[in-house]
């Protein structure tokens, strides 16, 4: 590994998730109500693992950050105002709708197409990176699709760490069952990395960063080709915000001793 | 009437895994009277072959190689799209797990099929049907495909575990895998640092810690090490399992307190995990929305807090105590104690 990696992320908008949402049927399917008029944020999984990809890219030198993101371009924009403030990265804009009801499948055509397009795309350094959920459709499932069809079969799910070892191998840390971390080793790229949320805080907003993004941010977003993606073959019987709603009990004279009593009666029923 | 497959690879000791039974259930709703398979993978899957006797399963489908023995993408994928082709199945359904989770999207595009996920709910009226969660449990909805095949991950609690009702065990049929050479090596799992593990996923209680007991207290100055104390004791005494909001775990980005035994691990809500525990327990915790989507499996919601206006307690839980975290928690930690040495 002397030239760096190509670090491609995967990543979208979705709600500001302060959002209140409420489905509506459309022609197209289901959609949300008001959903262009609904702040975006990047999607926070996505948001991690470009975090993530920044800072591996800033320790391995040679290594370039490519941002491919299917969403509707004046949402893209809105997004990116703020995203390319945080880290180094060339975008990849691909114009279509951004919704959780759209298919994955049909993203990940399109997503694979654009990944594979990219200039110099060298799988001897490519690392395709994502979140293993997102905040919409929130199947986990996109990354896998595309990384199948780039054909890269060492791919890694709820991944909390990446470390580069001595000749080039990746120490992977994903999370299983029970709190714990499954460690693997693969002898380097290409491999697929879908992140939970790891330990890295976000970074703070850098105006130069900015700037010097900015200057290919803005055209790449003018020359996005249309990318429509569909609900494909489902068949939405119903959609509808689950029922909620509680009668809580607010207790506010009591004395600790009384609501210890209590709850850990409360704890001890079965 | 469907034919569906249930997959699963089995645990290290060849046993079935935690939820392949309530996933049998889902796919026999879905099969809707028609047959249903069981496909196993892993080093050796004698253990789990047996519990399947008397299951009502028509034929099991297995895939032994020590390369199945931990989960790793390209021999689980390998391996379950041979299973999955060789059973022919219009329906292949798995219980929603770390390693099912990895590989059955790259699964359902190696057989020509779609996939859903984080199924919650399943029905045959008019043909297989199944409910999932959107934008992280805050729409739910139902749906059908017209592809097949159509891989299905279902999530715990989907069904009631399937129970043996007698009956000759089901034929085997041995599938060969040709399992490529393995790039990636799996050298272990690592635990937490802390030495002590808070996440106890068969706990009958989550509790939740939120950024209020890093925060300035009455007399004008945090007590974290007081807290730290206070909720370790409390995870002892009660067994429960520790979830954290979001602005907890994230102090440790910001260089402010953190508990060392609290990590993004923790996490509930919009960013972190929705467990299901039969009951909750929230303290100092203020979030709205993004919180609360944590909470949707807990059946029984009890919070305490200072707010009495909270916008996560009102509405989410079923009792806010309105009162100081540190005083209640001792005391319950004294009774805990007090219950466990009587």
Not at chain 1, 20 to 31: R, S, Y
Not at chain 1, 208 to 222: E, F, T
Request: overall charge neutral; charged content about 20%; proline content about 7%.
């Amino acid at each position: 590994m002397t030239a760096g990696y190509q670090i491609v992320v995967l990543g979208s908008v979705v709600p500001d998730p302060l959002q209140t949402l409420e489905p509506v049927a459309t022609p197209q399917g289901p959609a949300l109500k008001n959903e262009a008029m609904l702040p975006a944020v990047l999607d926070p999984w996505a948001a991690h693992a470009l975090f993530e990809a920044a800072n591996l890219a800033a320790k391995v030198p040679g290594s370039k950050v490519t941002l491919v993101s299917l969403g509707p371009k004046a949402k893209l924009q809105q997004v990116m105002m703020a995203v390319a403030q945080k880290v180094p990265l060339e975008l990849v804009a691909l114009d279509g709708p951004a919704g959780g009801f759209t298919d994955a499948h049909e993203v990940a055509v399109r997503l694979a197409a654009a990944v594979k397009a990219l200039p110099g795309l060298d799988r001897g350094r490519l690392l395709l990176f994502g979140g293993w959920e997102s905040a919409s459709r929130g199947a986990g499932v996109t990354l896998q699709l595309v990384g199948e069809r780039l054909e890269i079969h060492d791919q890694f799910q709820g991944v909390d760490q990446i470390a580069v070892q001595a000749g080039g191998a990746l120490e992977i840390l994903e999370r299983v069952e029970g709190g714990k971390h499954q460690v693997s080793v693969v002898a380097g790229p290409p491999a697929v990395l879908g992140w939970a949320t790891g330990s890295l805080p976000e970074p703070k907003n850098n105006p130069q960063i900015g700037m010097a993004n900015m200057r290919q941010v803005m055209p790449a977003l003018q020359r996005a080709p249309a990318a429509p993606v569909g609900t494909a073959g489902v068949e939405f019987l119903s959609v509808a915000v689950p029922k909620a709603q509680r009668e809580t009990r607010i207790v506010k004279d009591a004395s600790p001793d009384e609501i210890a009593r209590e709850l850990v009666e409360w704890i001890s029923q079965d | 009437m469907e034919d569906v497959l249930l997959l699963a690879p089995v645990e290290l000791d060849g046993a079935l895994p935690k939820g392949a039974l309530e996933a049998l259930s889902a796919a026999r709703v879905l099969a809707a009277g028609g047959p249903v398979q069981v496909a196993l993978l892993g080093a050796s899957v004698g253990p789990a072959v047996q519990a399947l006797a008397g299951l009502g399963v028509a034929k099991v489908l297995v895939a032994e190689d020590p390369a199945l023995a931990d989960g790793r993408y390209a021999s689980d994928a390998a391996a379950a799209t041979a299973l999955a082709k060789a059973s022919g199945a219009a329906v292949v359904v798995a219980p929603a797990s770390s390693r099912t989770s990895r590989v059955a999207a790259g699964v359902a595009e190696r057989i020509g099929g779609r996939i859903d996920t984080h199924v919650a709910q399943v029905s045959a009226d008019g043909g297989a049907a199944v409910a999932r969660w959107y934008y992280k449990q805050r729409i739910e909805a139902k749906l059908r495909r017209k592809e097949r095949p159509w891989v299905l991950l279902v999530d715990p609690g989907v069904a009631p575990a399937a129970r043996a009702e007698g009956g000759a065990a089901p034929p085997v049929e041995r599938v060969a895998v040709s399992i490529p050479p393995p790039r990636t090596e799996v050298t272990g799992l690592r635990a937490p640092a802390s030495g002590e593990q808070t996440i106890r996923p068969e706990a009958r209680l989550l509790f939740v810690a939120g950024a209020g007991w890093t925060k300035k207290q009455a007399d004008g100055k945090p007590h974290p090490e007081r807290a730290e104390g206070l909720i370790r004791g409390f995870l002892r005494a009660s067994g429960a399992s520790l979830g954290s909001s979001k602005s907890l775990v994230d102090q440790a980005g910001e260089g402010q307190k953190v508990f060392a035994f609290m990590s993004h691990l923790n996490q509930v809500g919009q960013t972190g995990a929705t467990p299901r525990h039969p009951k909750g327990l929230a303290t100092c915790c203020h979030g709205e929305e993004p919180h609360v989507v944590g909470w949707r499996f807990i059946r029984e919601r009890r919070a305490v807090n200072l707010d009495p206006a909270c916008g996560w307690a009102r509405g989410k839980a079923d009792v806010l105590y309105v009162a100081d975290a540190f005083a209640v928690m001792e005391r319950m930690n004294a009774l805990l104690e007090a219950k466990k040495g009587g």
